[in-house]
């Protein structure tokens, strides 16, 4: 079975670093482009972040450029995301997703309901001081 687990989430002061994990499982990880994806409580889904299949293709939104990178280790089944400069604006729950195969990789210009079809149970990021 598909399986996409979280971790790596807490509080933190503005200024401050996380490191988001997702273990992948039930799958051939490393044939999916993978996603970040948060969800602001009393708001819609944000796309964040995708991962290409190899991991040398990388996408951000314009809110986390430069502070944010994700990664992957596909010999691991593992997809990261480096948190840095964490700011309140950032806090929300934070979901792995995996994208369909039969799809761009996405970039954030597309419906987050088509481009993915499994997420996490999601963690949660809280930046305040």
């Known amino acids: 079975e598909v399986q996409l687990v979280e971790s790596g989430g807490g509080m933190v002061q503005p200024g401050e670093s996380l490191r988001l994990s997702c273990a992948a499982s039930g799958f051939p990880f490393s044939k999916y482009d993978m996603s970040w994806v948060r969800q602001v409580p009393g708001k819609g889904p944000e796309w964040v972040s995708t991962a290409n299949t190899g991991g040398d293709s990388r996408y951000y939104a314009d809110s986390v450029k430069g502070r944010f990178t994700i990664s992957r280790d596909n010999a691991k089944n593992m997809l990261y995301l480096q948190m840095n400069n964490l700011k309140p604006e950032d806090t929300a729950l934070y979901y792995c997703?995996?994208?369909?195969?039969?799809?761009?990789?996405?970039?954030?210009?597309?419906?987050?309901?088509?481009?993915?079809?499994?997420w996490g149970q999601g963690t949660q990021v809280t930046v305040s001081s």
């Open positions: 997703a995996r994208a369909r195969l039969d799809i761009s990789t996405p970039t954030g210009r597309g419906s987050l309901d088509d481009e993915y079809d499994y």
